[in-house]
């Protein structure tokens, strides 16, 4: 079982920048797909930037385009997303959330799909000022 756990959210000023983390535990190697995803007051839940674990490729929402940039680091199985510019709009929960092999065989999920099977708990993210 693959276990995900967010920090790094906070309260920021419009301009400014964050970087959350996703450490994640268990059974990592089983990952597919991993990526950030975030839900704000009165509104779904949207994938903002995921990466396939296989090569590494990367997509984004066109809403954080050019502004956020997901990475990771596999000797702290630890995956990040910077954030810059941000926007009053970008307040939300932000998640980490995982596609396993296994799910990916049997759903064959597009690329950050919120229908992901492995969640963390999810890390607040406000940018007023």
């Known amino acids: 079982q693959l276990q995900l756990v967010e920090s790094g959210g906070g309260l920021v000023q419009p301009g400014g920048s964050l970087r959350l983390s996703c450490k994640a535990s268990?059974?990592?190697?089983?990952?597919?797909?991993i990526g950030w995803f975030r839900q704000a007051p009165g509104k779904e839940r949207e994938g903002i930037s995921c990466m396939l674990s296989a090569d590494s490729s990367t997509w984004y929402a066109d809403s954080v385009k050019g502004r956020f940039t997901i990475s990771r680091d596999d000797a702290k199985n630890t995956v990040y997303l910077q954030m810059s510019s941000l926007k009053p709009e970008d307040t939300a929960i932000y998640y980490c959330?995982?596609?396993?092999?296994?799910?990916?065989?049997?759903?064959?999920?597009?690329?950050?799909?919120?229908?992901?099977?492995?969640w963390g708990q999810g890390t607040q993210v406000t940018v007023s000022g």
């Open positions: 268990g059974y990592t190697l089983d990952y597919y797909a």
């Open positions: 959330a995982a596609d396993s092999y296994a799910s990916q065989l049997q759903y064959k999920y597009d690329i950050c799909s919120p229908a992901y099977p492995h």
